[in-house]
């Protein structure tokens, strides 16, 4: 069974700084999906960011990027110039087949 | 009008009551889910479906149950209620390669 494991249960930053969370995971698959949710206090999930797995370059969004290590099982949420809105819940989640696997989740608050 | 939307938003009910939790959603996707998200723990898979003959269950499937009434309804049920089973309800769907579509989410409470 898939793992995901989410180390940083809370996290802070100021207004326009970068912030990193942290995310591994455990699979013996080789194709498989990985993704950064957002939670706001809206509770509402949005998706923030996709990588699959068989693409070596990491994705980006706007603000937001990744850092794939699949070797290494890991990836990693990095959020730039980060923002008031971007406090929130974030979750990363793994899929395969038909699973989709959460981990515990990191509360990042941005402060003015 | 949201994709996927989720009925109650909120609900408390008694121990020992059963209650139903209602999903529907119009993205086509023949992948639904439900969820419970709890404080430390993320969110966890209580069933899911492939179709309306084809219901699985998932990590935390004891003291629920559910119905898959169409390929646009999910709902879910616990027959008897008890207070560990407060918590924030999500449904989803989900494309092939895997991402997720959620509902609102239900707040319930159970006392």
């Known amino acids: 069974a898939q793992t995901v494991t989410q180390s940083q249960p809370e996290m802070s930053v100021q207004e326009a700084e970068t912030v990193t969370l942290s995310c591994t995971y455990d699979t013996s698959e080789s194709n498989y999906y990985l993704f950064w949710y957002k939670q706001p206090p809206s509770r509402q999930m949005i998706l923030v960011i996709r990588?699959?797995?068989?693409?070596?370059q990491n994705a980006t969004e706007n603000r937001f990027s990744v850092n794939f290590q699949k070797a290494a099982k890991s990836f990693s949420l990095k959020i730039s110039d980060s923002q008031l809105g971007d406090t929130a819940m974030y979750f990363c989640?793994?899929?395969?087949?038909?699973?989709?696997?959460f981990g515990e989740g990191t509360q990042l608050t941005v402060n003015p | 009008d949201a994709d996927v939307t989720q009925t109650p938003r909120n609900r408390i009910t008694k121990t020992g009551k059963r209650i139903m939790l209602e999903c529907s959603q119009t993205?086509?996707?023949?992948?639904m889910y439900w969820y419970r998200q709890d404080p430390g723990l993320g969110l966890r898979l209580i069933y899911y479906?492939?179709?309306?003959?084809?219901?699985n269950k998932g990590e935390i499937s004891d003291g629920y149950s559910v119905s898959r009434q169409a390929q646009a309804k999910f709902s879910l049920s616990l027959e008897s209620a008890i207070p560990n089973q407060t918590a924030l309800y999500f449904c989803a769907t989900r494309t092939l390669i895997g991402e997720a579509f959620f509902g609102q989410g239900t707040r319930l409470t159970v006392v």
């Open positions: 989640a793994f899929s395969s087949g038909s699973r989709l696997t």
């Open positions: 479906s492939f179709d309306v003959k084809d219901i």
């Open positions: 990588q699959e797995a068989y693409k070596q």
């Open positions: 993205k086509g996707h023949d992948r």
